[in-house]
């Protein structure tokens, strides 16, 4: 049983004064709320974002802020857990829609915090990553991590959005997130995407060791897709078919803070995620499915995205039952493991 502490309001008001002129302050009637007993307290709630719903209201920003005014036109997925205006889906991933419309640039700039962008909709649009020019087709997802300049430009004809997930709640919360401005990048010859095509083998780094900390930017949709399928097959009795977005040269994550997957449901599959620690986001790639968090349904359809707090189970079930559904996952297991609190309950 816990012991029941003494309350702020059990101290003299002149004792209480007293502190304050000193910047002290008693731990006591605190010390509940900053570690209760068993669970975390968690500010983050299950949100469901449906795409349908917000893709008009991006589309009406791209007619009333033009591209210059916005630098990146993006309409930010909040969590009102945590207070719109923080800008957090939890406590250290942050979301955006972001629009590009045809014959826009967004200008190159690299900051701190760590980026990904899954590519929703549109064809046609590209982002420049370290020199890398990485074309965007739906369900790629493309990395910008920590310090690498980056720019989007769009040469096609339709509005192109993508989901931009970073680690920005947690690296401004350390005091250390910031922007610098730079010139449009030079396009370099090559890609890291080309130099993995298979899983097995790599380029031999014997002669020239590569000096990148983050070989492979772009990871295409039709490859995991392709590589979710075959696993599927090859295992039929595996319940969670799902891959790792890795650095291919270490095996690590493919970014420090953030864990990036992507989750196939057989047809008609129901499958559980245990209660783990870190907090988690759901995008639907492809098909239908409900995601049940903390006692709410939520039916997503194809480019909606909903969150879930940590230490709560989650329940996927794809309402197809003649096809499977795809679904990307984003979540705070590399911070937690670093940090040494990852837990699974
Ligand atoms: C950023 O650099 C981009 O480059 C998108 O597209 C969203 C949100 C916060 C901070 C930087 C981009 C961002 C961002």
Not at 109 to 124: C, D, F, K, L, Q
Not at 172 to 201: C, F, I, L
Request: charged share 20%.
């Amino acid at each position: 049983m816990t012991q029941q502490l003494g309350r702020l309001e059990d101290l003299p008001q002149d004792y209480r004064d007293d502190l304050i002129q000193l910047n002290l302050v008693p731990l006591w009637p605190s010390l509940r709320a900053v570690l209760p007993p068993g669970v975390p307290a968690r500010a983050t709630q299950a949100i469901h974002w449906p795409y349908a719903s917000l893709k008009p209201l991006l589309l009406k920003a791209g007619e009333l802020t033009p591209i210059e005014k916005a630098e990146r036109r993006v309409l930010v997925l909040a969590n009102p857990g945590h207070g719109l205006e923080n800008m957090k889906a939890s406590p250290a991933i942050y979301l955006g829609m972001q629009l590009l419309l045809p014959g826009e640039r967004a200008p190159s700039h690299r900051h701190t915090p760590n980026a990904v962008r899954m590519i929703v909709e549109g064809e046609s649009a590209y982002t420049t990553v370290d020199g890398e020019k990485c074309q965007m087709s739906r369900g790629d997802l493309i990395l910008t991590p920590t310090g690498l300049w980056h720019e989007h430009g769009h040469d096609g004809t339709d509005p192109v959005v993508w989901l931009d997930v970073l680690d920005l709640p947690l690296v401004y919360y350390m005091e250390a997130s910031y922007h610098v401005d730079g010139p449009p990048q030079a396009v370099k010859q090559g890609n890291g995407e080309s130099a993995w095509t298979r899983a097995g083998v790599v380029p031999t780094r014997v002669f020239s060791r590569s000096d990148k900390r983050y070989p492979m930017l772009r990871y295409p949709w039709a490859d995991t897709r392709a590589a979710l399928l075959a696993l599927a097959e090859d295992q039929p009795s595996l319940d969670c078919v799902q891959v790792t977005y890795v650095n291919p040269e270490t095996g690590e994550d493919a970014e420090k803070i953030l864990g990036f997957y992507a989750l196939m449901l057989k047809p008609g599959q129901t499958f559980t995620l245990p209660a783990r620690s870190p907090a988690q986001v759901f995008h639907l790639i492809e098909g239908g499915i409900d995601v049940s968090i903390c006692g709410k349904t939520f039916g997503l359809v194809e480019a909606d995205t909903c969150c879930a707090p940590g230490y709560e189970p989650v329940t996927l079930k794809n309402r197809q039952v003649n096809s499977p559904s795809f679904v990307f996952i984003a979540d705070e297991s590399p911070l937690h493991r670093k940090l040494g609190v990852y837990e699974t309950r």
